[in-house]
């Protein structure tokens, strides 16, 4: 069991993470659905530039299907550089989350969603973000 769509980064890196989509994505078994992280923590070695944030914008994901997904997706941006713009059109994620895991878990994100199943955060359920979704 892994995750569906990845898209991971962290502070140290820079360099920006644009305009970037995924659609017509159908998965079974995965332990998260989605999962755009910007903290995961590695570095090759102890040389990186602790000021150097990364950039990520522009995000879409549509038409995405999934079965027997135990989390839908988890959105964590950073508080000095939030995720903006990203779009979820059109996903459905289900399976069986647990009574603790809640089927979306999102901070420092900025974005809009349309027919996403289940409800995505809050941060992506506005339908408000201008751009983010409108071409969909």
């Known amino acids: ?5 990845h898209i991971k980064t962290n502070i140290g890196r820079g360099g920006i ?6 659609s017509n994505v159908y998965m079974e078994n995965a332990r998260k659905g989605i999962k755009i992280s910007g903290d995961v923590g590695d570095h090759p070695d102890n040389k990186f530039n602790p ?4 950039v990520v914008k522009g995000i879409t994901i ?12 988890l959105i964590r941006g950073l508080k000095s550089s939030p995720f903006t713009g990203v779009c979820l059109s059109n996903v459905n994620l289900h399976g069986t989350t647990g009574p603790r895991t809640p089927p979306w878990q999102c901070s420092d994100v900025i974005g809009a969603s349309r027919l996403v199943s289940p409800w995505p955060c ?5 339908g408000q973000q201008i751009g983010s979704c409108s071409n969909y």
């Open 1 to 5: 069991m892994g995750v569906g769509i």
């Open 17 to 22: 993470i644009r305009n970037i989509t995924f």
């Open 51 to 54: 000021n150097a944030l990364p």
């Open 62 to 73: 549509k038409d995405v299907w999934g079965v027997g997904v135990l989390q839908a997706g």
């Open 122 to 126: 809050a941060q992506l359920s506005s």
